[in-house]
């Protein structure tokens, strides 16, 4: 499903130098598999997820996704491949502020050749507790409600992968399990390959496989 061959990905500092973030030499996620990233910050998670969803472009190496090489994609191209098959929950959320959480969950929709189910967004919606809250927009919704909007939002497509940043990071003990509990039920549902990063170790401790950045990662290694 998910396939990252040799990638390099390193960033030019103000100075000129070159900054070495990421290099893989593997990196494999099967259809439907549900797995977690860890790593120290600063140490790439949220740079792979942006390398694997084609926000950027690795130095080099592969990014196949349901058999498509996205790094030979232009820019429009990569847009619209993410818009049809990956779903991001961003560790800033990046709502958008204008909208209502239910507009925010079908803008994410209206990317895509598929027409706007109005709903799925309602349904999605009130899973994730807010079917209170459909017309509130994000400045009127606290910062772990903005949240379970973008989680809404990112299964809103039925991707084939779904990313999500710290998709918890920002919601209290109890509604937590509420959360991952939404994403992985609904993964596993509509079989959606999972990568998620936390720093929550009950969230950790319940998914079969947990990588460690730093062992896939040869810049870490070096560094360590
Ligand atoms: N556009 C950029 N230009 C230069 N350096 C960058 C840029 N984006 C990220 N970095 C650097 O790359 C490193 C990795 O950043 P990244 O955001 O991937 O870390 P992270 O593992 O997601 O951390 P956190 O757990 O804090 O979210 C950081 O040291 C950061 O300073
Ligand atoms: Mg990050």
Same mark, same amino acid.
């Given at each position: ?94 709502? %958008? ?8 969950? %079908? ?37 772990g409600?903005?949240q379970r909007?973008?989680v ?10 779904? %990313?999500?940043?710290e998709p918890t990071a920002n919601i209290d003990t109890g509604n937590q399990q509420q959360i991952v509990d939404l994403i ?14 936390t720093h929550t170790?009950e969230v950790?401790?319940q ?5 460690? %950045? ?11």
């Amino acid at each position: 499903m998910l396939l990252l061959k040799d990638i390099q990905k390193s960033f030019i500092e103000p100075d000129g130098k070159t900054l070495p973030i990421l290099g893989i030499e593997e990196f494999c996620v099967a259809r439907g598999e549900q797995m977690v990233l860890v790593g120290r910050s600063g140490s790439g998670k949220t740079t792979l997820l942006h390398v694997i969803a084609g926000i950027s472009r690795p130095d080099q190496g592969v990014v196949e996704i349901a058999g498509r090489d996205i790094t030979q994609l232009s820019e429009a191209g990569r847009d619209r491949f993410r818009a049809e098959k990956i779903g991001y929950v961003f560790q800033t959320f990046n709502l %958008l502020p204008a909208f209502s959480a239910l507009e925010n969950v %079908l803008l994410g929709m209206t990317f895509t050749r598929k027409a706007a189910n109005v709903a799925r967004a309602r349904e999605l919606l009130d899973r994730v507790g807010l079917g209170q809250r459909l017309t509130h927009r994000p400045a009127a919704l606290s910062v772990g409600e903005q949240q379970r909007v973008a989680v809404a939002r990112a299964l809103a497509n039925k991707p084939q992968i779904l %990313l999500a940043d710290e998709p918890t990071a920002n919601i209290d003990t109890g509604n937590q399990q509420q959360i991952v509990d939404l994403i992985r039920e609904t993964c596993r549902e509509e079989e959606v390959a999972l990568v998620m990063v936390t720093h929550t170790p009950e969230v950790c401790s319940q998914f079969d496989r947990v990588d460690e %950045l730093a062992e896939i990662n040869r810049v870490a290694k070096r560094a360590k």
